[in-house]
């Protein structure tokens, strides 16, 4: 089994910056890799950042040139660094995992931002 944490959520102001954390504990060797999904009020749960394979990532759309997701292997952390946030990245951050078998997969509790002026 996985467990992931997820921390740095919280309010800011349109504009601001804030940095999220993801901790992976347990089974470390059965992840293949890990990403950032967000849910908003009201809206299915969509993908932020991923990485691919490697350091290579993919972002939605919406979030490209303003989030970077990057890893830290020595700490099993994953981050998400969201620059000049707007009002509609609110929602509920959750960190993913692939597993390395089909099927295989994790969550975190998810952890909430809030962007409002």
């Known amino acids: 089994q996985v467990r992931l944490v997820e921390s740095g959520g919280g309010l800011v102001h349109p504009g601001e910056s804030l940095r999220l954390s993801c901790v992976a504990s347990?089974?470390?060797?059965?992840?293949?890799?890990m990403g950032w999904y967000r849910q908003a009020p009201g809206s299915q749960r969509e993908l932020v950042a991923a990485?691919?394979?490697?350091?290579?990532?993919t972002y939605a759309h919406s979030v490209k040139d303003r989030f970077t997701i990057s890893s830290d292997n020595t700490k099993n952390t994953v981050y998400l660094q969201m620059n000049s946030l707007k009002i509609e990245d609110t929602a509920v951050y959750y960190c993913?995992?692939?597993?390395?078998?089909?099927?295989?997969?994790?969550w975190g509790e998810g952890t909430l931002v809030t962007v409002s002026s």
């Open positions: 993913h995992a692939d597993g390395i078998y089909v099927g295989m997969e994790y």
């Open positions: 347990g089974s470390i060797r059965t992840i293949h890799a």
């Open positions: 990485f691919t394979s490697g350091t290579e990532a």
